[in-house]
Every structure is written in C-alpha cells, then in structure tokens.
C-alpha cells in the first residue's frame, strides 16, 4: 500500500506575481508622454474661490451729481447718525438754527467747512451747484422746503 503524503504547506502562486507586476509596469510606461485627461479650464473653474469681487469704477461729469446722491454717498455716514456733532438728518430742531442761514448761507457753510465737516463735505470734486444740491437736500428733510437746484442734460 503506498504511503500518504504530507500535507504541503500553503504557498503562494509566484506564476502569477511576475506577470501582474510587469502588468503594472507597462501600464505606468504607456501613460507617460500622454496629455493629461483633466480639462484645465474646468480645473480652474472647479477650486475658484466662493465668492468673487469685481470693482469697476464709475465715472460721474462734474456737476451732474443730484443732492440725493451726494448726500447718499457722502453726507448720511454723519448726518444720518449724528456722528462728530453733525446734525442729524430730519431733527427739524437741531437743523433750525442752520435753516435760519437761508440756503445760501448753508451752502457756503459746507463749501468752508464747519466744525468736524471738512470742506465740500469732503467731496473735494463737487462743484458749488452740486453742494447746494445736497444741503437743499439736507435741509428739506427738515422741512426747510428749498429747491435744488436742477441737473443740466
């Protein structure tokens, strides 16, 4: 009767590890030379920031300026708080004792400058027209009742 044999220990299959290997190898070679597969621009596109800032700027002529606009951009960071003793838009008693200057008194008045405000309220490219714009303006929001004078087209 022949003999039994041993159980062999496990091992594992070299055969296959050398030719997946060369597999690998080959397959790393052939993508060498070769332009990338990602699209630049949608890479770009994709890692942009969340938010982007465009600044342009904005070109106004000179003397084509409402007194709405003006005091918008210039006059309501202290008049509309009453920031360094400015007096505030609308308050009809604090503004008057300045209404009883007339228009053109307030008007130079701003284009001097007066206590913390500097000259042209700081609006050094306004033109004497644009200023009474903007203190008629002022002024009527505390019922001063003057006219502004028009935007010439």
Known sequence: ?????????????????????????????TACGKPDAIDP???A????????????AVTVAPGSRTGEQIYTSLCAACHDTGAAGAPKAGNA???????????????????AGKGAMPPRGG?????????????AYLANKAGAGYTEPPVEQ
């Open 1 to 29: 009767m022949p003999k039994p044999h041993a159980p062999r220990p496990h091992r594992r299959p070299t055969r296959l590890a050398l030719p997946l290997a060369a597999v690998a190898a080959a397959a790393v070679l």
């Open 41 to 43: 621009e949608l890479s």
């Open 45 to 56: 596109s994709l890692i942009q920031p969340v938010a982007r800032l465009e600044v342009q």
């Open 93 to 111: 008693d604090e503004w008057k004792p300045r209404l009883a200057l007339g228009l053109d008194g307030l008007t130079a008045s701003a284009i």
């Open 123 to 135: 609006g050094s490219d306004l033109t004497d027209t644009e200023v009474k714009r903007a203190v």
